[in-house]
């Protein structure tokens, strides 16, 4: 799986390249425990058991919150993109217009799911 690894050579990777990659790791296994967490308080029949996997499964979710806190203090476009669709209210696909005046179409100059798409250079800032 392409997550699993780096796509270029550690060598030539910047320390806060470095960083960056391991909090996004990490932020996926958070994410991938909650589901796991969910799924088997879900299907589960005992009511302790049950209660006992859902705590588990909010405390991954702070795990997670607490990761993605750190990339947004680290990556000011991340802060940007996150600002603006995080505890909105109403549509989330018309937070961007709210924001900047203009659908997501005309900011990217493309339409659909793709002008939405964040990519590497967007959370450097470039």
Sequence with gaps: MAHEGLHESEEKL?????DAHRA???LMEEFEAVDWYHQRADACTDAELRAILLHNMHEEMEHAAMILEWLRRRTPRLDEILGTYLFSQGDITQAEKKATGKDAGEVAGKGGAEALRLTVGAMKGA
């Design 14 to 18: 910047a320390p806060a390249t470095m």
């Design 24 to 26: 996004i790791l990490s």
